[in-house]
């Protein structure tokens, strides 16, 4: 008999009882607006900020409406000005050159190597190109970051982490978003903690946090955060800062705050599901693994497999026998954008360069996300029929 999977490869775990207390008891006030407090009371959002910050070891923290906005309040906060070109990710998901557009600034891609990671031979030599970069942690995977960060102080590069899939990773034991000038993280239902939709953004830079702040929309009402600079350091930019309105509010803050206090253990459920599907999958034939470097502690909320060289059509045939078992398994090298996946010659908005190197490995990337709904029995159901139906195409 065939073995075929019938799960859902989009549904998330309910949202925990502690928080639904918690986002029924800002319901029962009313108090949604995080400004919107009572004299003595500390809002939810000013709270999760608090909390976060002191998670990520950051000074500063700013709750916004989602991943996308931090993104961009971080390019607008370093100063990025209309026309400016900005180094990002050619493999990354479409928000993020999104960013860039957004503020009317130009994304310059530069390539992805086999580990699914910014080619930083690229990047050197695009360093002179651009005074920022956008560094997206695409799937989670995260580049040598010693190497990148070196680079980029010394040309003077200032750099903005895309954590939308590594809140909880790290590098060297350093946490994900704690390198660059700021770190980015989306709270939106398919990242690692699920308000729905939501952003987070951590520096230590007081003067990037307060305009971070201002733009985020805090009228004059920054005095209300617990996690941002001095009045003092605000004074020096509210006068130049325009308000582009993208807060969070309580409601969405009070989901969050018990998700965060369980990411460790998150972190670790999804590693067992994915280090389950890893070793499965390994060494099957026409298939390449990508392996995880030493120094880097990684979130397996997805799991990606090369099959480079394929033709077009093989990988379709892959993807539609997998489809037909149940087994849900995105490609990034389609020609046409699809669902969440497009690729960087998509983007038609924004002009590129043809990277033949990168377009060999997009070509082959596959994409499979990893619920915690999956049990590790239902993880070991999915590689098995993935490795049985590379293995048949790959030999027919
Ligand atoms: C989801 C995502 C974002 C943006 O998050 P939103 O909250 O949806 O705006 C940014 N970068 C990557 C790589 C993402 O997957």
Not at 84 to 92: G, I
Not at 131 to 145: A, E, I, K, N, P
Not at 168 to 184: F, K, N, P, T, V
Request: a negative charge.
């Amino acid at each position: 008999m065939t073995e075929t999977f019938t799960g859902s490869f989009t549904q998330q775990e309910p949202i925990p009882d502690e928080a639904i207390e918690a986002a029924m008891a800002v319901l029962r006030h009313g108090r949604l607006h995080r400004y919107n407090v009572v004299p003595g009371e500390l809002g939810e959002t000013a709270l999760l900020e608090q909390e976060f910050a002191a998670q990520m070891g950051a000074k500063y923290c700013l709750a916004v409406s989602s991943g996308g906005y931090a993104l961009a309040t971080a390019l607008r906060a370093v100063g990025v000005q209309p026309g400016d070109p900005v180094l990002t990710n050619a493999f990354t998901l479409a928000p993020v050159p999104g960013s860039i557009a957004s503020v009317g600034a130009k994304p310059v891609f530069v390539g992805v190597t086999e580990n699914l990671t910014i080619d930083l031979d690229d990047l050197e030599a695009k360093l002179d190109q651009a005074r920022v970069l956008m560094l997206s942690h695409m799937r989670g995977h995260l580049c040598d970051m010693d190497r990148l960060m070196q680079m980029c102080d010394a040309a003077g590069v200032a750099v903005i982490e895309d954590c939308a899939h590594t809140m909880g990773a790290a590098w060297r034991g350093q946490l994900s978003g704690r390198q660059g000038a700021i770190g980015c993280y989306s709270c939106q239902t398919y990242k690692h903690v699920n308000s729905g939709e939501g952003g987070l953004l951590i520096t230590d830079d007081e003067v990037l946090a307060a305009k971070a702040t201002m733009l985020s929309g805090s009228y004059m009402l920054y005095e209300r955060h617990l996690a941002a600079p001095g009045p003092e350091v605000f004074e020096k930019i509210k006068y130049t800062t325009p308000n582009v309105s993208g807060r969070m509010d309580n409601l969405r803050a009070a989901i969050l705050r018990p998700q965060l206090r369980d990411l460790d253990r998150q972190v670790q459920r999804w590693n067992e599901r994915y280090d389950e599907i890893a070793s499965v999958l390994r060494d099957t034939p026409g298939l390449t693994i990508v392996e995880r470097p030493e120094p880097e502690t990684y979130v397996g909320s997805s799991i990606q497999f090369l099959l480079l060289d394929w033709s077009p059509e093989r990988i379709a045939e892959v993807i539609r026998r997998c489809a037909a078992r149940g087994v849900e398994i995105k490609w990034f090298g389609g020609a046409e954008p699809t669902g969440f996946t497009s690729r960087y010659d998509s983007w038609r908005y924004a002009e590129s360069t043809p990277l033949p190197a990168s377009d060999r490995i997009l070509a082959g990337v596959m994409d499979m996300r990893v619920p915690l709904t999956f049990s590790l029995d239902d993880c070991r159901v999915i590689a098995r029929i993935i490795r049985a139906e590379v293995g048949a195409v790959y030999q027919s």
